[in-house]
């Protein structure tokens, strides 16, 4: 454990807007930081823990990186059919845009109908840099080759890092699990992006992300393979805890099944999910929204993002991204249908930034 003080008017940039920063730093180097707000005073104490001393040092420099780089901002035009192409089903691709390049990523798309919409970047110069550079691609590619895209770009910038496993094809069932819940839900719980060749035997499972998220993800599927269940730490065949900084989430439909959303296994359209529901205290919108902390909303239903673990911000607030039933009713009837490229109806709501694939109720 360290302790750092900082000056107070530096907390924000460590936390982040709507508590990004300060969580993607806890999961890319596997450690918790608390923040202590009650302090009086021009600084504010900041403890980091760890499971090493290495992570905690590692977590030490990023934190000086963060509180010494200046944020640089960036707007990008995107065609109103190709907006889609870089939100993802579920917003799966714009998590793995801003977990590869660390760059904070927002969608505006209050703009008349022929016009094209913003993309903004903001964050470190070279974050900015890697996330303009993957949404160029997007925006410029054929559809569906987000996850290609991004882990190429991940390969040229060395950004994370990626495990190939072997998996029996009788086996590789329990890692998709019934209509994709198990692999969806390990890529939420662990942050990393996994894809599944199944035209050989045995199988080729690909791993890509963080080097925290992508070793946690080897183990939680060396598990899987060996009989265990890796979202019931403690049990038969799991590993008796979660690794630090990152507990498990809950149970994921344990039968056999095809792929949720159609191609290869894996996320469709995104990478590695960047905040995947691991310990994350400052919850928040993910994307798009009000950039107040906590959110209800993010992946399916849940806010996987808000989390929220003891002392951290985790207060509802606005609706967040792809959130169901009553958290994405909020706007009233201002909710707008659009199409992205492929002819798929997704929904906007200019009142509140809010963008998700799920009909609102009432439309």
Not at 152 to 176: D, F, L, N, W, Y
Not at 252 to 259: E, I, K, L, W
Request: glycine content about 20%.
């Amino acid at each position: 454990m360290e302790i750092l003080d900082i000056p107070s008017a530096m907390v924000g940039k460590l936390i982040g807007k709507a508590g990004e920063t300060i969580r993607n730093l806890q999961l890319s180097t596997d450690t918790r930081i608390q923040v202590d707000h009650a302090a009086e005073g021009d600084t504010k104490r900041v403890t980091i823990s760890g499971m090493s001393a290495e992570a905690v040092a590692r977590c030490r420099a990023e934190i000086a990186t963060i509180l010494q780089d200046e944020e640089t901002k960036e707007e990008l035009d995107c065609p109103a059919g190709i907006v889609g192409r870089i939100i993802g089903r579920g917003g799966e691709t714009i998590r793995a845009l801003q977990s590869a390049s660390q760059a904070h990523i927002t969608v505006d798309q209050n703009f008349p109908e022929g016009q094209p919409r913003k993309i903004i970047v903001q964050g470190r110069p070279d974050a900015c840099q890697k996330a303009s550079m993957m949404i160029r691609e997007l925006i410029n590619g054929e559809p569906g080759s987000a996850q290609a895209i991004i882990q190429r770009v991940c390969a040229e910038q060395g950004i994370g890092k990626t495990h190939v496993m072997s998996c029996p094809k009788g086996i590789v069932g329990r890692i998709i699990g019934r209509q994709g819940d198990t692999i969806k839900q390990l890529q939420r719980v662990t942050g990393a992006t996994i894809q599944i060749d199944q035209s050989t035997d045995p199988c080729r499972v690909t791993l890509a992300g963080q080097p925290s998220s992508s070793d946690q993800a080897k183990r939680m599927i060396e598990d899987i393979i060996a009989g265990g269940d890796p979202f019931h730490p403690g049990g038969p065949g799991g590993f008796g805890a979660p690794p630090f900084g990152a507990p498990y989430g809950g149970p994921a439909g344990p039968g056999f099944g095809g792929p949720g959303f159609g191609g290869p296994y894996g996320a469709p359209f995104g990478g590695f999910p960047p905040y995947g529901g691991g310990f994350a205290p400052y919850g928040g919108a993910p994307y798009g929204g009000a950039p107040g902390y906590g959110a209800p909303g993010g992946y399916g239903a849940a806010d996987p993002y808000a989390a929220a673990a003891s002392g951290g911000y985790g207060a509802a607030g606005a609706a967040g991204y792809g959130a169901a039933g009553g958290a994405a009713a909020g706007g009233g009837g201002q909710w707008q249908e659009l199409h992205d490229d492929q002819g798929r109806p997704y929904y906007y709501n200019p009142a509140t930034g809010v963008t998700q694939w799920e009909k609102p109720p009432g439309m």
